[in-house]
């Protein structure tokens, strides 16, 4: 069984679908550990309600970005993950940690990349007017939110839509994609090679697969 391991900053609704996924046999993997950088992550405690080993590491106790991250690093590996999944992760990654999980690191972002890397996604669909939104399931690169696309999910924007609103339509489509990308992952049809993002031996266009 491939072994996934999660990283959560927050709620951990992605987190909850990607156990689910497995649970229900739609996802080929077992989540092995969840790691957070915030030891009241609502997404641990929905780890340890699953029996999943949740562990917190806090910033404080480290000298900087690179030993923080060498440290997760360190705990993560001692799980031998085939994949680590970054779910509302809300801490910037060192570029040695990028490079240590090159090819086995996805992030879901809640926006159609490249469109509005960084934060506040949702008031930036709105206060442009987008008549669409989405979320964006990508390899991480060094770049932030610019690594290779692999599969986006759309949704309407509606007249009067608050961002809450959105956020909620964009969520729904996070739980669908993310746990397919996952399975893509570990059965193997899913690689990133040449900076690009491949599918069943296709290199994938700019915003991933073409779902329709
Ligand atoms: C999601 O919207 C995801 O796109 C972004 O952070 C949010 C995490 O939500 N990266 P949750 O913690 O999985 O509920």
């Known amino acids: 069984m491939k072994r996934i391991v999660v990283l959560v900053s927050g709620n951990g609704s992605n987190l909850q679908a990607m156990m689910e996924a497995c649970k229900q046999g739609r996802l080929h993997a077992t989540v092995a550990a969840v790691f957070s950088n915030r030891a009241d992550a609502y997404g641990l405690a929905r780890a340890r309600d699953a029996g999943i080993p949740a562990h917190a590491l806090d910033a404080r106790d480290f000298a900087g970005r690179e030993a923080f991250d060498a440290a997760l690093a360190d705990s993560i590996d001692a799980y031998a993950p085939d994949l680590v999944v970054l779910a509302g992760y809300m801490r910037i990654l060192s570029a040695g940690f990028v490079r240590h999980y090159a090819g086995r690191m996805l992030n879901i972002h809640p926006s159609l990349l490249p469109k509005y890397p960084g934060l506040h996604t949702h008031r930036q669909a709105l206060a442009n ?80 697969h073409a779902a329709e």
């Open 129 to 208: 007017g987008d008549a669409d939104h989405g979320a964006s399931v990508h390899f991480v690169t060094e770049e932030l939110d610019g690594g290779p696309v692999i599969l986006q999910a759309k949704v309407p924007v509606f007249d009067g839509d608050s961002e809450e609103d959105l956020q909620a339509r964009v969520q729904v489509q996070e739980h669908q994609i993310y746990p397919l990308v996952a399975e893509w992952f570990v059965s193997g049809r899913l690689v990133m090679r040449d900076d690009a993002a491949w599918l069943d031996g296709e290199r994938l266009p700019a915003v991933g």
